[in-house]
C-alpha cells in the first residue's frame, strides 16, 4: 500500500481511537503493541469525474501478528464530483477515511469483548 495512504489510515485510526499510540509499519520493535492491521488492496483507482473504488481485505491481528482477531473483505466506491485530479485524489482520501472507519469499529469490538 501507498506510504500516504497508510499514513492517512494510521492518522485516521489514531483520531477515532483517541490514542496517539497508532503506528505505520515499521515500527519500533521494542513497543509491545495492542493489535496489529494488515491490509492488503486489490484495487484503488478510477477514472477522471467518474467512480473511484478502493477494495481489499483487511485482518486485525493480536499484538504479536500470530492470531487473526478478525478480518473482512471490503469495497467502497464514490463518484468525483468533477474531473481534476484535486477531485480524484479528495475522493480516493474520502475512501481510506470510509476504510478507517471500518477498521476503527474492529479494534472497539474486540475491546468489548
Do not use: C
Not at 496489529?36 to 477522471?48: C, P, S, T
Not at 479528495?90 to 469483548?113: K, R, W
Amino acid at each position: 500500500m501507498d506510504t500516504n495512504a497508510t499514513l492517512l489510515i494510521a492518522a485516521e485510526m489514531g483520531k477515532g481511537l483517541l490514542s496517539n499510540r497508532v503506528l505505520a509499519s515499521p515500527w519500533e520493535s521494542y513497543r509491545k503493541h495492542d493489535y496489529q492491521v494488515k491490509v492488503r488492496l486489490e484495487r484503488f483507482d478510477g477514472a477522471l469525474g467518474g467512480e473511484i473504488v478502493l477494495r481489499g481485505v483487511w485482518s486485525l491481528l493480536a499484538g504479536d501478528g500470530l492470531n487473526e482477531l478478525s478480518g473482512e473483505v471490503f469495497e467502497f466506491k464514490a463518484n468525483a464530483v468533477d474531473s481534476t485530479y484535486k477531485e480524484m485524489v479528495a475522493t480516493m482520501s474520502q475512501l481510506l477515511v470510509q476504510l478507517s472507519g471500518d477498521l476503527i469499529a474492529a479494534v472497539n469490538a474486540q475491546e468489548q469483548n
